[in-house]
């Protein structure tokens, strides 16, 4: 019998599914004049202004390794923005971790906290990861489905009914990935009581904050009684369009930052300097850049949530982020289904609910950080799509 590599994989790893978004990707790789609006990366580019302090620094031959933690000037900015913008305020010198993008500092949390078998609570549908990077970690994902009539927000009420003796981690990630779901001060709070009360860690990820386009968005890290038990990660690549940077950061309490330390520097060491550079200019010079660009996905949500709407496709209005979630339920179709007859017959590239976990199925992921004329022609050929369906 011959040799069978796949035999001697990790059965932890064996069991990780494949990115839903970037499966169903590979099959738009090599289709022509697709219009996309799957992959959850904005389409603008970099501010002039951040990518000249990442050349600068080239310039000045900045490209040897910085602290574990890294820079200190950029975490000490972080610390002057997230007081200002967050109402929290964490130690530069050893409350705050730079990483390889928010993936990383996930994955860093999880490592530092899960013993094999403790339980994770996250709300569904959410990003692709969050369950599979449980799982890597020897922890148990236990999901809470959050519902289109709640504007795909989650109650304190709903996240109680999951709790057992072995739950000791809480994901939260608001606003969401792929919902656009928000929370409210008042629903935090009741939340926060609940994480105290229970003795979670909660783990908050909020990448798209500053994307939010009503109401104020509460960071949980800042409610009383919460500092000590939150692990607060944010990068840089939504809001300032710094995706490829990959530079992302987790603030906690210091021995928990410290865990996270040892692990991230017998792995990834450190992030590009260069990159933490760039976010060095971001956080302190580009929040201008971040709120022109906000104000242009909100014109572009409101277009395609009507779009979709119009065309029989409930939507709710995503409150933050640049997803907009439409029931396609009333087709007939499952959510991979309509995503891959989509793709063939009118070029247009969503993503498939069910890639953000069961709680998805039936709905669609679109992204509108694409341009609008190109949101108006997709929402045209959906439209002559879900016509057709119907018609059938």
């Known amino acids: 019998m011959g040799f069978q590599a796949q035999n001697l994989i990790a059965n932890n790893v064996r069991a990780i599914p494949r990115s839903g978004i970037r499966d169903f990707f590979d099959i738009v790789q090599g289709m022509k004049d697709v219009i996309s609006l799957g992959v959850g990366e904005p389409d603008f580019v970099t501010p002039w202004h951040i990518r000249e302090a990442a050349i600068y620094a080239l310039e000045r031959g900045k490209t040897g390794y910085t602290s574990n933690l890294g820079l200190l000037k950029l975490r000490e900015a972080i610390s002057v923005s997230l007081t200002k913008h ?41 990003y692709v990861s969050y369950s599979p990077s449980i799982s890597l970690a020897y922890g148990v994902p236990v999901a809470v489905a959050c519902r289109a009539v709640n504007n795909f927000s989650v109650t304190a009420e709903e996240i109680a009914a999951k709790i057992t003796p072995r739950s000791k981690i809480l994901m939260l990630n608001f606003p ?44 949980i890290a800042s409610l009383p009684g919460m500092k000590e038990r939150t692990v607060f990660l944010h990068g840089f690549s939504k809001a300032y369009a710094m995706t490829g940077f990959r530079i992302g950061y987790a603030c906690g309490p210091a021995e928990i930052i410290d865990a996270m330390m040892r692990i991230h520097q017998y792995s990834m060491l450190c992030a590009s300097i260069i990159g933490q550079e760039a976010a060095l200019e971001a956080i302190q010079f580009g929040e201008p850049d971040t709120t022109e660009m906000r104000d242009q996905y909100r014109l572009r949500r409101n277009y395609i949530v009507n779009g979709f709407n119009q065309m029989g ?50 709905y669609l992921r679109c992204c509108f950080a694409t341009s609008l004329e190109q949101i108006e022609i997709a929402v045209g050929r959906i439209a002559n799509f879900v016509s057709r369906t119907k018609a059938q």
């Open 86 to 126: 967050f109402r929290v305020t964490y130690n530069p010198q050893n409350e705050i971790l730079i990483a390889v993008g928010v993936s990383e500092a996930l994955d860093l949390a999880l490592r530092a906290l899960i013993n094999p078998g403790d339980e994770v609570i996250y709300h569904e549908p959410c």
């Open 313 to 362: 496709l409930k939507c709710h209005l995503p409150r933050g982020s640049f997803y907009a979630f439409p029931c396609i339920q009333s087709t007939g179709l499952t959510s991979k289904e309509f995503a891959v007859k989509l793709l063939e017959q009118e070029k247009v590239a969503c993503v498939p609910g069910s890639a953000f976990g069961p709680s998805g199925e039936g």
């Open 176 to 219: 969401t990935n792929p919902t656009g779901g928000t929370m409210s001060r008042a629903e935090l709070e009741k939340i926060a009581t609940l994480a105290q009360k229970n003795n979670l860690i909660v783990i908050t990820d909020e990448i798209y904050s500053e994307l939010t386009f009503e109401g104020e968005h509460v960071s």
